[in-house]
């Protein structure tokens, strides 16, 4: 009963790194913009809607760049930042 086998995860292991990810710049970003941290919640998400639409976009385009596990770095962090810039134009 105690033991989970690996294929029983409700999620793949890219899904959790990505919400890893994007949770940590949320934080990062908050804290280096001298923010309350109340607005983490918000940021995690748009900027892991960034990170995940940045990913399926660069699957469907078959590109080719580095990876860490199974996501694409430079398409990701380029979503992520985009979303961030969005944020920042709507003064979130």
């Not at 294929?7 to 959790?16: E, R």
């Not at 990876?67 to 380029?78: K, N, S, T, V």
Request: glycine share 6%.
């Amino acid at each position: 009963m105690g033991h989970v086998a690996a294929a029983d995860h409700l999620m793949p292991a890219w899904l959790y790194l990505a919400v890893l990810v994007s949770l940590l710049v949320a934080v990062v970003y908050q804290i280096l913009r001298a923010s309350s941290l109340r607005r983490v919640p918000l940021y995690w998400l748009v900027l892991l809607a960034g990170l995940l639409a940045a990913e399926g976009a660069a699957e469907a385009a078959h590109l080719r760049t580095p990876h860490l596990g199974e996501l694409q770095l430079i398409p990701d962090l380029a979503g992520v930042a985009l979303a961030a810039g969005l944020l920042r134009l709507a003064r979130l």
